[in-house]
T-cell receptor, first 114, second 114 residues
Framework: DSGVTQTPKHLITATGQRVTLRCSPRSGDLSVYWYQQSLDQGLQFLIHYYNGEERAKGNILERFSAQQFPDLHSELNLSSLELGDSALYFC?????????????FGDGTRLSIL | AQTVTQSQPEMSVQEAETVTLSCTYDTSENNYYLFWYKQPPSRQMILVIRQEAYKQQNATENRFSVNFQKAAKSFSLKISDSQLGDTAMYFCAFRSNTGNQFYFGTGTSLTVIP
């Protein structure tokens, strides 16, 4: 158990809809990272938050947005969903960007667009 | 931008044998961190081993060890006494000193043959 909690585990929805994925980092971790993993592909970095502030953006579409709340949990919002958005979405956390700490990953949310 | 390259999409090894997975990276930074993550069929992301660039000694974790060649920007993973449970996708990852973003390779799918 990594200590990172992602909900829901599975999500099935239709094109054009909007969904919210939730992540609770490990206790004490201030950094949250979001990744997208499409079928048989590597991890695509989406965005990084540290203590409520956005720190880095990767290949995140304009239809996607994220935030980190005062209690440090984070949400990834995906809107106007398309078939190509079907993927496994991972959240990872680490104590601080400046420290020598790896990321610990949640189990992911599997999003299926019908 | 940093890049991480895993040139072996698929590999196989006989049970109890040794296998080495390759990873190269490109960076202009002097201080950084490198990681190997394992993703079994369950799709969880599990940290295998990590290496600090300022340490010359290669990291070792039980049957897993790395060959870190800083000048060559190479970071290979050696798995000794391969076990069936080692069957997974293996991702090499680079983290800059600022830690704002992790860069992942495209992965190597390893199959351990009984």
């Amino acid at each position: 158990d990594s200590g990172v909690t992602q909900t829901p585990k599975h999500l099935i929805t239709a094109t054009g809809q909007r969904v919210t994925l939730r992540c609770s980092p490990r206790s004490g971790d201030l950094s949250v990272y979001w990744y997208q993993q499409s079928l048989d592909q590597g991890l695509q970095f989406l965005i990084h938050y540290y203590n409520g502030e956005e720190r880095a953006k990767g290949n995140i579409l304009e239809r996607f947005s994220a935030q980190q709340f005062p209690d440090l949990h984070s949400e990834l919002n995906l809107s106007s969903l398309e078939l190509g958005d079907s993927a496994l979405y991972f959240c990872a956390s680490s104590p601080s960007p400046g420290q020598n700490q790896p990321q610990h990953f949640g189990d992911g949310t599997r999003l299926s667009i019908l | 931008a940093q890049t991480v390259t895993q040139s072996q999409p698929e590999m196989s090894v006989q049970e109890a044998e040794t296998v080495t997975l390759s990873c190269t990276y490109d960076t202009s930074e002097n201080n950084y961190y490198l990681f190997w993550y394992k993703q079994p069929p369950s799709r969880q992301m599990i940290l295998v081993i990590r290496q600090e660039a300022y340490k010359q000694q290669n990291a070792t974790e039980n049957r897993f060890s790395v060959n870190f060649q800083k000048a060559a920007k190479s970071f290979s993973l050696k798995i000794s006494d391969s076990q069936l449970g080692d069957t997974a996708m293996y991702f090499c990852a680079f983290r800059s000193n600022t830690g704002n973003q992790f860069y992942f390779g495209t992965g190597t799918s390893l199959t351990v043959i009984p």
